[in-house]
């Protein structure tokens, strides 16, 4: 099972997706760019700023050299694999496109216009002649229809992925119901069970993450690649047209009334104020997601085989941010509010992957049960202090939900006992918490619940087993002070 959900293959399936559709699509704003700066070059009469166009076209023709390179022959560096499809190589060395050798005629054009004297640089120029020409025709549409054609194969890819997806999903769920019904078989063998339990215990780990990447599959997807790839190019280039603008508004202070009008009318030094906010809250809306994207690629690798000192509260700010799709309100169930009483923690001795699968598991049942009811106000309190003698870490979890009976307590802890339907739960998330904290980290777990009157999880782990109970106090005085 640890390959149902193999998230780190997909996502580098999509980054590479992803720096292909970008790359095509930057080859094709970089000829209009270098059209663009050509026809300027040679309608300025300014020695420094012919100079500086000519840097800048120069640099856009380079870029499109490297761009073009690493498409067909790949580049580590842009994440370009190379080898494209059979239909691509016929576009770019095929007719009628033949556009790889249009490309490289263009870039030559480009160059030559680059080294041209300064009595050269008119509209009559052949080198200008050909850009302009080209640039609207012939290399326009062979680049629309490379750049459609990496869209076609993007979009089948990422059809190929979800299908995948979704067999492997139903894999999962065939393992886990198949594992159900063989649980009064696997307590009469527990030693095969303990021999095994690295493995079940990522089993339940990837189930996790598997329910959870359908709740979030939306914020993670090929147009949040496009827009992240993109975001600062167009940052770059709506700066330049800002230059623009303000050369032109220092050359010509007195407009034409009908350009005066246009200017009013769009209210352009609101505009040049506020885009830039509009770019930056994109970017922040764009860091949120990737931030989401990494946590989850966290949670799918295997967990590390050495203790580690670490702040527990991390680890249940990672979990969070996690589940922080199943907290909202969906249909007639309204959000879940998160309550936090964190208290002054030191850092402690654990395996932190483990204790964040188990914060995962408890979070996850306590949001399962507020779901049981309908437009119910739900919350869960996550509190965290010492014990009074400073040897332990108590971490409580407590739900406003349904509660247990004493029957369903009993059994808690017992592998493969879930009251969830067949499919939706293994029995196997609690039951793998308890080993975690009790035999892994010599510390306990229980639970106190009420029917009607929620449930409260308390996990203790030893706060750090090398250190004396004295040099615990200490530890947590200067933590006080």
Same mark, same amino acid.
């Given at each position: 099972?640890?390959?149902?959900?193999?998230?780190?293959?997909?996502?580098?399936?999509?980054?590479?997706?992803?720096?292909?559709?970008?790359?095509?699509?930057?080859?094709?704003?970089?000829?209009?760019?270098?059209?663009?700066?050509?026809?300027?070059?040679?309608?300025?009469?300014?020695?420094?700023?012919?100079?500086?166009?000519?840097?800048?076209?120069?640099?856009?023709?380079?870029?499109?050299?490297?761009?073009?390179?690493?498409?067909?022959?790949?580049?580590?560096?842009?994440?370009?694999?190379?080898?494209?499809?059979?239909?691509?190589?016929?576009?770019?060395?095929?007719?009628?496109?033949?556009?790889?050798?249009?490309?490289?005629?263009?870039?030559?054009?480009?160059?030559?216009?680059?080294?041209?004297?300064?009595?050269?640089?008119?509209?009559?120029?052949?080198?200008?002649?050909?850009?302009?020409?080209?640039?609207?025709?012939?290399?326009?549409?062979? $680049? @629309?229809?490379?750049?459609?054609?990496?869209? +076609?194969?993007? !979009? #089948?890819? /990422? &059809?190929?992925?979800?299908?995948?997806?979704?067999?492997?999903?139903?894999?999962?769920?065939?393992?886990?119901?198949?594992?159900?019904?063989?649980?009064?078989?696997?307590?009469?063998?527990?030693?095969?069970?303990?021999?095994?339990?690295?493995?079940?215990?990522?089993?339940?780990?990837?189930?996790?993450?598997?329910?959870?990447?359908?709740?979030?599959?939306?914020?993670?997807?090929?147009?949040?690649?496009?827009?992240?790839?993109?975001?600062?190019?167009?940052?770059?280039?709506?700066?330049?047209?800002?230059?623009?603008?303000?050369?032109?508004?220092?050359?010509?202070?007195?407009?034409?009334?009908?350009?005066?009008?246009?200017?009013?009318?769009?209210? $352009? @030094?609101?505009?040049?104020?506020?885009?830039? +906010?509009?770019? !930056? #809250?994109? /970017? &922040?809306?764009?860091?949120?997601?990737?931030?989401?994207?990494?946590?989850?690629?966290?949670?799918?690798?295997?967990?590390?085989?050495?203790?580690?000192?670490?702040?527990?509260?991390?680890?249940?700010?990672?979990?969070?941010?996690?589940?922080?799709?199943?907290?909202?309100?969906?249909?007639?169930?309204?959000?879940?509010?998160?309550?936090?009483?964190?208290?002054?923690?030191?850092?402690?001795?654990?395996?932190?992957?483990?204790?964040?699968?188990?914060?995962?598991?408890i979070l996850s049942n306590a949001i399962d049960a507020l779901e049981e009811i309908p437009n119910h106000l739900g919350y869960i309190t996550i509190r965290t202090s010492l014990s009074p003698d400073c040897s332990r870490v108590i971490i409580q979890i407590a739900d406003n939900g349904p509660g247990m009976t004493p029957e369903v307590q009993d059994q808690l802890f017992d592998p493969f006992f879930t009251t969830k339907p067949l499919g939706k739960g293994t029995g196997l998330g609690l039951a793998i918490s308890h080993k975690i904290v009790v035999d892994t980290h010599r510390g306990s777990l229980k639970c106190e619940s009420f029917r009607g009157k929620g449930t409260e999880f308390?996990?203790?782990?030893?706060?750090?087993?090398?250190?004396?109970?004295?040099?615990?106090?200490?530890?947590?005085?200067?933590?006080?002070?």
């Open positions: 099972m640890g390959t149902y959900f193999d998230i780190d293959n997909i996502i580098t399936a999509r980054e590479i997706n992803a720096a292909i559709i970008n790359i095509s699509g930057r080859q094709r704003m970089l000829s209009q760019r270098a059209a663009l700066f050509a026809l300027q070059l040679v309608c300025t009469e300014d020695s420094c700023e012919q100079d500086r166009l000519r840097q800048k076209m120069l640099a856009a023709i380079d870029l499109m050299e490297r761009s073009h390179n690493g498409l067909i022959n790949g580049n580590p560096g842009m994440n370009l694999p190379g080898k494209p499809s059979k239909t691509v190589w016929k576009i770019y060395f095929e007719a009628p496109y033949y556009l790889s050798q249009q490309i490289r005629n263009y870039i030559t054009q480009v160059r030559a216009l680059g080294q041209a004297s300064r009595t050269e640089l008119n509209l009559k120029n052949i080198h200008l002649k050909y850009i302009l020409q080209v640039s609207e025709t012939e290399l326009l549409a062979g $680049l @629309d229809t490379v750049v459609s054609q990496y869209h +076609k194969e993007s !979009d #089948s890819l /990422q &059809l190929q992925l979800e299908i995948k997806q979704a067999q492997l999903y139903q894999q999962s769920c065939t393992a886990t119901a198949t594992a159900h019904a063989h649980a009064k078989q696997l307590e009469r063998t527990l030693d095969d069970l303990q021999r095994t339990q690295s493995q079940l215990i990522q089993a339940e780990k990837f189930c996790s993450i598997g329910q959870m990447v359908a709740g979030v599959a939306h914020e993670i997807n090929n147009p949040f690649n496009f827009i992240y790839g993109n975001l600062q190019c167009t940052k770059e280039y709506i700066q330049d047209l800002f230059d623009l603008i303000n050369a032109y508004q220092e050359h010509y202070p007195n407009p034409l009334p009908s350009i005066q009008t246009k200017i009013d009318n769009i209210e $352009l @030094d609101f505009l040049q104020e506020d885009l830039p +906010k509009i770019l !930056d #809250s994109m /970017q &922040l809306g764009a860091n949120r997601i990737r931030e989401i994207i990494l946590s989850l690629r966290n949670f799918s690798r295997t967990d590390q085989t050495s203790q580690q000192l670490v702040d527990l509260h991390q680890g249940i700010d990672s979990t969070l941010l996690i589940l922080r799709n199943r907290l909202k309100a969906c249909g007639n169930r309204q959000g879940v509010e998160i309550v936090k009483d964190y208290g002054n923690l030191p850092n402690i001795e654990c395996y932190v992957g483990q204790l964040n699968q188990v914060f995962m598991n308390w996990i203790e782990i030893p706060l750090q087993p090398s250190l004396s109970r004295s040099e615990c106090k200490l530890k947590q005085m200067a933590l006080n002070s």
